[in-house]
């Protein structure tokens, strides 16, 4: 990794667009210290009690902290996140959508200024769901019409110039600008991870053997889980085709061997986000209303400590929606009926299957195996922190399953464009 980094640094143009994306964002993490008109950190805090774990855990580490910190990114990116996952469920739902994503790139610029829009829709209600829930640890002049326009602009504004600094990323940088942004509010995480980890084996206490050896057990875990993340996010499984040869004129075509890549982690972090959106719903009713309006009932108690991260029925049920989640995901973006007919009017075929229904059934059945292990990966890498928080002296140390998958995804992607600049420039020199 670091010797590509080297080599793109020595090309001038791959320099400047490294230097201006590290230049957006260190603008990126500025914007997470500047406070919101009116919020002061701790009335946020009051509101979101614990943001370690859960929905809100998720959104305060993609923002950097800057959550927490009542900063203008508070929301981050994540509301132009909620927007392309709907845009993409409804693109397979409404038929306008459907033919306007097969128009080609006049097509996707169109969805794309959809998605622009519904982003900023979504950051509003955010924005206001945020201002409402804390508007009790207000100051009183802040708490009418006035505080809730500049709050509630202030944040969406916010979002909206993330979605722009990640465009120019995209534009003129390296990389995916939205994907960057979101694995450096991740990673800003790590020194407050770090101080944690301090504080918890070595603060006041003089350093003892044993917690050496924790510390060394759980770097090494951590070492594990992350080679094991890299191996499952490039692993796949690749279905042979082979395509029959014809005439056309005087000229032969086809008679080459390809093949159709599955990959296991298809689906990315998309199961995880919709099964913790879904756990984490009672707890977030609770935090907005901040429990002064929710009576006082027996039955409200037990729903809330059913869904608790500690519960054995969330573990349980977090897991299946993981499973399920990870099916319904990858049954949108993988048609193995679309892929048989491309197939068959290409004269391609796979070695051993007869074209049409044989072939469409065959590769259902593969992405289904492929699926199963890709579901059950996803599983542990989610339930695996909530398991760590278990053991003794463990607990705010582990980084989340999503965290984890978004940033060995999106550092793998950068690096592999990266290669591909390269590469490119390489023969545009070489032909020149």
């Known amino acids: 990794m670091f010797e590509t980094l080297r080599n793109a640094w020595k090309i001038p ?16 993490r500025l914007g997470s210290f500047i406070p919101v008109p009116g919020i002061t950190p701790d009335a946020m805090r009051a509101m979101l009690g614990t943001v370690t774990e859960g929905i809100q855990g998720l959104m305060n580490n993609i923002s950097g902290g800057a959550l927490e910190q009542a900063a203008i990114f508070a929301m981050s990116i994540t509301p132009y996140i909620n927007a392309s996952i709907i845009m993409q469920l409804l693109t397979v739902a409404i038929p306008a959508l459907e033919r306007l994503s097969k128009e080609g790139e ?5 969805i794309a200024q959809i998605t622009r829009y519904v982003a900023v829709l979504l950051a509003f209600i955010q924005a206001t769901g945020l201002f409402f829930g804390m508007r009790s640890s207000l100051d009183t002049d802040m ?14 504004a916010g979002t909206a110039f993330l979605m722009w600094l990640g465009e120019q990323i995209t534009e003129k940088g390296v990389g995916n600008g939205i994907s960057l942004l979101i694995f450096t509010g991740i990673v800003s995480r790590g020194p407050a991870m770090v101080m944690a980890l301090y504080q918890n084996f070595f603060a006041g ?20 889980v992350v080679a094991f993340v890299v191996f499952i ?10 395509y029959a040869k014809r005439m056309v004129g005087r000229k032969m075509y086809g008679g080459q061997s390809t093949h159709i890549p599955i990959k296991v982690a298809a689906a990315g972090v998309m199961p995880i986000i919709f099964a913790m959106s879904i756990m ?14 929710m009576p006082e009932s027996a039955f409200w108690q037990t729903v809330l400590h059913w869904f608790d991260q500690t519960h054995p029925f969330y573990i349980i049920v977090y897991f299946i929606l993981i499973l399920f989640f990870t099916y319904f995901y990858t049954a949108i973006q993988f048609n193995p009926i679309e892929i ?26 593969v992405l289904s195996k492929v699926t199963l292990f890709g579901a059950f990966f996803l599983a542990f890498i989610a339930i695996f922190p909530i398991l760590m928080a278990f053991v003794p002296g463990m607990s705010g140390l582990t980084i989340g399953g999503t965290s984890l998958l978004i940033v060995v995804g999106v550092a793998l992607e950068t690096m592999k464009q990266i290669e591909s600049q390269m590469m490119m420039r390489h023969y545009k020199g070489f032909l020149e």
């Open 233 to 242: 996010n490039d692993s796949e499984r690749r279905i042979p085709v082979q």
């Open 280 to 293: 984490s719903f009672p707890q977030t009713i609770n935090m907005f209303i901040n429990g002064s309006e």
């Open 106 to 110: 006049e097509g996707r610029k169109k």
């Open 205 to 224: 206490d003089q350093v003892t053997m044993q917690n050496m050896i924790a510390v060394v057990a759980l770097l090494v875990v951590a070492l594990a």
């Open 13 to 28: 143009d791959l320099r400047k667009r490294m230097l201006f994306t590290v230049l957006m964002l260190v603008v990126f």
């Open 143 to 156: 708490q009418g019409f006035l505080g809730y326009v500049i709050i509630v602009l202030t944040l969406t």
């Open 340 to 365: 048989a007919n491309n197939m068959k009017k290409n004269g391609g075929f796979i070695p051993g299957i007869r074209p049409g229904k044989p072939t469409s059934d065959y590769i259902a059945k």
